[in-house]
């Protein structure tokens, strides 16, 4: 009897023993598993540097109506909003900081520009002067010579000391105009001559002096012209690059 009571006793130990080494090596991956799992989920919910607005969260404002052919703004007229796409850096800051301060009036560019620093605007700028780029450059003189009466104005005004004589080869922080959407053109120059205006217009001794001498059908001549030429200035529809 105790020899029979000792077998099964040993049968018994065997057969715990036996079950035990069977779950020990599915129970060492798993608690690896376990133990890799918090070391993964905190490597991939690192935090991104803070402060840092990526490009595509920087010029996500002006995809909207900018990078859209043929899109209009309705104020203070219904006209197409102007190509950035091929135009000045510096112009473009400029631009930017003249809204912000104020000194062009429009409520939509105000708002946006009131929320970018510095550097965003240098890097807007810098990204819409190469958006588009093909390196071809543009001759020397303008694509088509103007009738009489819209050279007279030109030379009234001066333009090509500024914008270049081409009007796509300006100094400073001036634009490129030519081939600019001549709708648009004729309402950013009676705006020069609405300075005074809290509502309405832009603040420029330069542009306002030169926009002042001439009648409004005469801009309307004037923007017609330098919007038919051959120009740098394009709109990029947004599915066409990422950044």
């Not at 043929?70 to 197409?80: C, I, L, M, N, R």
């Not at 708002?111 to 071809?136: H, K, P, R, V, W």
């Not at 081939?179 to 950013?188: K, T």
């Not at 030169?210 to 801009?219: G, H, M, R, T, V």
Request: glycine share 6%.
């Amino acid at each position: 009897m105790n020899k029979l009571l000792t077998t099964l006793f040993a049968l018994a130990v065997a057969s715990v023993t036996g079950l035990a080494l069977a779950q020990a090596p599915a129970a060492a991956p798993a608690a690896s598993a376990a133990a890799a799992a918090p070391a993964a989920s905190a490597k991939a919910a690192a935090p991104a540097p803070m402060g840092a607005k990526s490009l595509e969260a920087k010029t996500a404002m002006c995809f909207g109506c900018h990078n859209i052919k043929g899109y209009q703004a309705s104020f203070p007229e219904v006209h197409k909003v102007p190509m950035i796409a091929g135009q000045s850096a510096k112009y473009i800051v400029s631009a930017l900081k003249a809204y912000k301060a104020g000194d062009r009036k429009h409520p939509t560019m105000r708002g946006i520009a009131t929320t970018l620093s510095e550097q965003d605007m240098n890097d807007i700028a810098a990204f819409y002067e190469g958006l588009g780029s093909d390196g071809a450059k543009l001759p020397e003189a303008a694509s088509k010579s103007p009738d009489p009466q819209v050279a007279a104005l030109l030379q009234k005004a001066a333009c090509v000391s500024c914008h270049g004589s081409n009007f796509s080869k300006p100094i400073d922080v001036y634009p490129k105009i030519a081939g600019q959407h001549p709708d648009y053109l004729f309402v950013a120059l009676k705006a020069y001559k609405a300075d005074a205006n809290r509502a309405v217009g832009r603040s420029n001794g330069v542009m306002g002096a030169i926009a002042k001498q001439f009648s409004n059908d005469e801009l309307k001549a004037l923007a017609k012209y330098v919007g038919s030429l051959d120009g740098e200035l394009k709109v990029v529809p947004e599915h066409r690059f990422r950044h």
